[in-house]
């Protein structure tokens, strides 16, 4: 299935310049989100080794955060915008291709050791995502990799993020 | 399992006087993730229809909502505070708990007679949810039930929600 056909362009949002990849024609096309779920879950059940947690960052990358700890049977952790989790927290602050933000994980969320892989819809500057693996790997975890559906190739996430297994099913070589 | 030992109360969050329940305890236990999430998919898997779309809030809602889209075949469908949606929207306002907000869905994402249900976290005044509705039935879509994790029943959700089918799975009779 070419998964691409499925993903509506939109220029100019959310601001002029920016070709923003909108993912909910894709979600809303039941065939279309199993194929691409399925695809995501078959890479991750290949490994040789348990995933203990799936953690995303809010609020598409839950999408298939969730999805995906569902079907490997692990611990599904939420990175949230400042101020949203309640008890105590950690907390990163990182750089978009649009703004300065900043990601929080509660301090209880992931184990020394845990096994984790990172999820979420977009991989762009690699900002979001580089906050994410310092956040778990500040609490001890294993970041065995690092799922996205789409990667923005020419914004060279991938750079910030050498070292990782990191695993995408749409690329746009040139925005 | 009983799974409200899995939630965390955390008291005066969000501000003096509210009970927080924190669901993110539940989602980290790979265990409780798979056996609420089994509950929710095994009542709609008994229903004597097709679900077609499976319609949720951001962003807690996505994790439960995205989860019972996969499992159930069908397509999944966000709906975001004003402004994140890229296409054209339409808009419901309502009041939460806490203050006054509002809902976007994209005019595409319902056909009309699309069976649909409504996933989220938490059913408290039922604002959310009665704009939930709104917005499905505005697009022509049928709502065949709604799905909450929990149900603060002390604040009467329901009676927002007359003549739907509602099934929660923790409840707390007083806060």
Redesign the interface.
Known sequence: MDFKKHI?T?PH??KKGIM?R?I??L????EA??KV?DEMVDYYLKKPYKI??VVSA???G??????L???L??????L?KP?K???KTIREEFDTEYSRDAFEI?E??IKKGDKCIICDDLLATGGTSKAAVKLVERLGGEVKGLFFLIELDFLKGKEKLKGHDIFSLINYEKE
């Not at 839950?62 to 999805?67: K, S, V, Y």
């Not at 049977?73 to 939420?78: D, T």
């Open positions: 509506r939109v949002f959310p923003f909108d909910t024609t979600l809303k096309d039941a989100l199993q779920t203990d947690k809010e609020s598409r839950f999408i298939f955060g969730a999805i700890a569902k079907e049977n692990a611990g599904f952790v939420p949230r101020g989790l309640p008890a509660h209880d969320a």
